[in-house]
């Protein structure tokens, strides 16, 4: 009998039969993705054979059955023998010094839970049996324990004694680890040890061991026990084991998680014969946290998201030649750490190398030359100008802008310093700055900043041409544990406003106000809501945004009436009393703020734990400055509230734009996010939309997601005659709006009223394929298919070899099934024939290469001549055609193999989609391609790949045979777009493989991967 709910059953004839006697319930039918259909359909047989086998009454029917199965599936060499027996043990014979294995106490192929209760093995026990026959073994745990160590030492000395690697990683955390107990496993037991020193913020709770074996019986135990003698013997803890034949997929998990973790500079390598480890040990357990660690000494090397910084401001300036450019990214990422590591690379580049450091106090002027000399491993880098002290040399200075006005800045030529960096520009008056960037002309200017919108309504960007190099993405400074994780409450709000009026992209604010100022029944309800979600608002510190001032006055009277003591501000309020609004908040003698616009009140306070949307907000910017403003880490902060106000909206109302700039999902995923409560959000966040307002939201995002031609066609007359990237760009709009479902921006244009060039003869046909243009980021190629699509652009013939080439990605790229043309040139004629195809796919690729963030690269030796470029997207058909694997006579249509093998160029070329399905968990297929390190990528062969196959020999022997591995990576199959463009990670080299049939392979590549790229391949959150 069939129950309500919800299932995972494959549809048989039985489960139809069953269905049919349920009437009364409706089911939903999903279909397996590809990748999983296998262990699906595995689990399914398995089943019915397992039935099968239990039926039969004896040993000799059950082989006989099982031998039957095993014929039909042509695998004759796993026939059954007569008797059911295991080989259970393989040794050599017994003798002095040998090693004798003794099996674990759980079976090998079992999974099990133990809780150390009576009747079942103490996790000791197992760990102590386990470790027996394991030829490799890794633990990973917060914290260790002498007496822990101690009842396993036996076990662990043999270890050591047999050569077993043994690999620790573990952490300061509350100070908890014995230092007596690291000591031990390094020097008794051999381990090698590594370190989290982050005990004041440290993610690290996990307690797990993994056991290897060349059987390739490979188990786990996965629990809440650290290692201490209560959580190993008598203590009240669970733990799972897992094995490779039962949970294997759960095995491959913590191998490729526990692997990134060893590769991640966070977690340090110990030695207790280095007088310095030991020090830092010791100082980081006896404080029970972490200070601020000198510098000076340690090799600074970039984390993820730094290395996007540095990867953005390299594309500016070499791709872009801008060389006036602003990062903005939150407090505490590090962005002085970015400046100094830009600047080494500066250095070297430019012929001189002076560097004026600007910001405006003492403390972080100190910090900032510490900072640079550990990174340029120089202890007397930087001279310092502020509080009366004045530099000699003026070569590399360190100077508050006061300072500079004061004593210095005029005395200079304009040209002076070739590098400047301001820091903070928000801190200071704009005045001041302004007066000193006209000042100065360096060859590089970099402001760094972590809000560009000042309190004085000044928007700091208009000092770099209207535009910041680089913004941190919300959820990687998330999952970077940069900020504070969010509790985000979407509530229902009665207010209708389908019938407010709707100008260029916002609701008439007028409008609003009459609704909202003196609505009684919504005002009670948001303080209902906030004494609902926040633990104690005696203890808030809130800020309320309202649509107009006459609103804030009068949230902020309802609230105090309701005894939460509020207060107003606005650009109106004078500034001696807004700052002393701002210190009554910060004391809590007011516990919220309510105000109107973002920029202009001063709002820049770190202790803000809860925010208030008390107005509709569709720009996704302005949506993530109102959260930034309570994101910033504070002490005692945990967490920051949220509360939005969820309306009816006009179909104008876009909810994706905030939800993607808060998850990062696509607009297509973003649907079974808000369906499935936002499950991926980075850890500690939470997004929690109630049952109305989910309805609301969802129909939205539906309806965003097939937008209506018509909706489109009226929104793109409404802002006239303009180019693509400014409609773009005013309308708050993405490529996939225009693009998607064969669209294009010719045929927007036309619909509206628009003038666009000349319709030619086949140009329906050939505008379908403009939105496979959609992502050429590289300058060559960019500049070759411009002139290829200029009606007086050069013949085939006349074109170099190297341009030959991208002519023909091009061609492949229009035409992937050769378009029945016999020679390249027909096809480029026949493109030359239709104008406005032309004219847009030059607009199209000059946009697309403006938003470029990195520099892309030749892939080296012995590929020079192949125009592919690291670093740069790419579609598949462009690869084959510059491989020389398609050709007039192999066409590149309907090739789709994740390996392809181009003898005209001897290069192996991996395609790998870093998701395996369109879900974004998939547990059995997430843990075969991924990244290790930014320069190590694990990838696995085809199924059918075995090491002595002459595929196997040329992946292992490449460097011998002098063939070329290139590895192309995309995070899904499919984009908003359609078929997602794969990232050329460029050329790699083999470094070690394991197992066959497929075969495991780590490679190591030339050039490291773009940070954000190694954040979706690897396996490691944050």
């Not at 070569?395 to 040209?415: E, K, M």
């Not at 403003?629 to 005692?636: C, H, N, S, T, W």
């Not at 773009?728 to 693009?739: F, K, Q």
């Amino acid at each position: 009998m069939l129950n309500e709910g919800v299932h995972e059953r494959l549809r048989t004839t039985g489960l139809e039969a069953d269905l049919a006697r349920v009437a009364e319930l409706v089911p939903q039918w999903a279909s397996v993705e590809e990748a999983d259909q296998a262990e699906v359909l595995t689990r399914h047989v398995a089943a019915a054979v397992e039935r099968a086998l239990k039926a039969t009454p004896s040993e000799a029917g059950r082989v006989d059955l099982v031998n039957r199965l095993l014929d039909r599936l042509d695998e004759h060499d796993q026939r059954l023998a007569e008797a059911v027996e295991q080989l259970v043990v393989l040794t050599r014979q017994v003798a002095p010094g040998v090693h004798q294995l003794v099996r674990p106490v759980t079976p090998l192929s079992s999974a099990a839970l133990l809780t150390n209760a009576h009747g079942e093995p103490s996790l000791m026990a197992a760990l102590n049996s386990e470790l027996v026959s394991a030829d490799r073994v890794d633990l990973l745990c917060a914290f260790i324990r002498w007496h822990g160590l101690r009842v396993l030492g036996d076990e662990l000395a043999r270890l050591r004694e047999r050569g077993i690697p043994f690999r620790v990683i573990t952490t300061t955390y509350m100070g908890a680890t014995e230092q007596r107990a690291i000591d031990e496993l390094v020097r008794r037991y051999g381990a090698e040890v590594k370190i989290s020193y982050a005990s004041a913020s440290t993610r690290l709770h996990a307690k797990a061991w993994l056991f290897r074996r060349k059987s390739t019986f490979d188990t786990a135990f996965v629990g809440s026990s650290n290692l201490s003698r209560s959580a190993l013997v008598d203590g009240l803890e669970w733990n799972v084991r897992l094995s490779s034949v039962g949970t294997g997929h759960l095995i491959r998990k913590f191998e490729t998680t526990f692997d990134s973790y060893w590769a991640n500079p966070e977690f340090v390598p110990y030695d207790p014969e280095n007088p310095a480890d030991v020090e830092r040990l010791a100082q980081a357990l006896g404080r029970n946290r972490v200070d601020v660690t000198p510098l000076t000494g340690l090799e600074v090397t970039a984390r993820p998201h730094q290395a996007q910084i540095l990867e953005a401001l390299a594309a500016e300036r070499d791709l872009h030649d801008r060389h006036r450019n602003l990062v903005v990214a939150a407090t505490g990422t590090g962005k002085t750490v970015v400046a100094a590591l830009d600047y080494a690379r500066l250095r070297r580049e430019l012929p001189r190398d002076r560097l004026l450091f600007v910001a405006h106090r003492k403390e972080i002027l100190d910090q900032s030359r510490r900072t640079y000399r550990a990174v340029l491993a120089d202890g007397a880098f930087g001279e310092v100008h502020v509080d009366g002290e004045r530099p000699e040399r003026w070569t590399h200075v360190f100077a508050s802008v006061q300072s500079l006005h004061a004593y210095g800045i005029d005395r200079l030529p304009p040209d002076h310093f070739d590098v400047v960096v301001v820091d903070e520009f928000h801190h200071a008056e704009a005045a001041t700055y302004r007066r000193l960037l006209a000042r100065l002309q360096p060859r590089e200017l970099l402001g760094l900043t972590a809000t560009p919108e000042r309190t004085d309504g000044t928007d700091v960007r208009r000092f770099f041409d209207g535009r910041s190099a680089f913004e941190l993405r919300l959820w990687d400074a998330l999952d970077a544990d940069l900020l504070v994780p969010f509790h985000y409450f979407g509530v229902a709000d009665e207010v209708d406003l389908r019938g407010v009026e709707w100008k260029r992209g916002s609701y008439d604010s007028a409008a609003l106000d009459t609704l909202y100022t003196g609505n009684d029944l919504r005002a009670a309800m948001v303080v209902r809501q906030v004494r609902d979600k926040v633990t104690d608002v005696r203890w808030m510190r809130g800020l309320g945004f309202c649509v107009s001032v006459a609103h804030a006055e009068y949230m902020a009277a309802v609230f105090t009436r309701a005894g939460i003591p509020s207060l107003a501000v606005s650009g109106a309020t004078p500034r001696p009393e807004r700052e002393e609004a701002l210190r009554r908040l910060c004391e809590r003698e007011v516990n919220c703020l309510f105000a109107v616009d973002l920029f202009n009140e001063g709002l820049d306070i770190p202790e803000i734990d809860t925010v208030l949307l008390l107005r509709p907000t569709q720009s996704a910017t302005v949506f993530l400055q109102q959260l930034g403003r309570g994101l910033r880490r504070a002490p005692g902060k945990a967490v920051l509230t949220v509360l939005d106000l969820i309306g009816q909206h006009r179909r104008e109302f876009r909810f994706d734009l905030r939800y993607r700039a808060l998850t990062g999902s696509s607009r297509r995923r973003l649907i079974e996010d808000v369906e499935q409560g936002f499950p991926y959000l980075p850890a500690g966040s939470a997004l929690v939309l109630d049952p109305v307002a989910r309805r609301t939201v969802l129909e939205n995002v539906k309806g965003q997601l097939r937008l209506r031609k018509a909706d489109l066609v009226a929104d793109v007359r409404s802002y006239g005659d303009v180019g693509l990237a400014d409609y773009l760009r005013e309308a708050d709009r993405d490529l996939a709006d225009v693009y998607r479902s064969g669209g294009s921006w010719t045929a927007l244009r036309r619909e509206a009223g628009l003038p666009a060039p000349d319709a030619g003869p086949g140009e329906a046909a050939l505008l379908k394929r403009l939105a496979l243009f959609t992502h050429v980021d590289d300058p060559e190629r960019a500049s070759v298919y411009a002139q290829l699509a200029d009606p007086a652009g050069p013949r085939y013939a006349d074109l170099t070899e190297r341009e030959q080439r991208l002519a023909r990605m091009l061609f492949f790229l229009v035409w992937p099934d050769r378009g029945g043309f016999a020679h390249y040139e027909e096809g480029l004629a026949h493109l030359r024939r239709h104008p406005a195809v032309c004219a847009e796919l030059r607009e199209l690729v000059a946009l697309t290469l403006d938003r470029a963030r990195h520099v892309p690269r030749s892939l080296g030796e012995g590929l020079q001549h192949v125009p592919l470029q690291s670093h740069a997207h790419y579609r598949r058909e462009e690869v084959l055609a510059a491989l020389d694997w398609a050709s007039l006579e192999r066409k590149a249509y309907g090739h789709a193999a994740g390996v392809v093998w181009a003898p005209e160029t001897r290069t192996d070329a991996f395609f790998v989609n870093l998701r395996k399905t369109e879900r974004d968990f998939s547990p059995t297929t997430m843990y075969r391609d991924y990244a290790q390190r930014p320069d190590l990528f694990h990838w696995e062969s085809q199924n059918a790949t075995t090491v002595a196959s002459e595929t196997g020999q040329r992946y292992l022997h490449h460097r011998e045979r002098g063939t070329h591995v290139a590895l192309f990576v995309r995070e899904t199959k499919n984009d908003d777009i359609g078929a997602a463009p794969f990232l050329c990670l460029g050329t790699c080299e083999y470094v070690s493989h394991e197992g066959e049939k497929p075969i495991s392979m780590v490679w190591r590549l030339r050039r490291e991967m773009p940070g954000e790229t190694f954040l979706a391949a690897s396996v490691v959150a944050g």
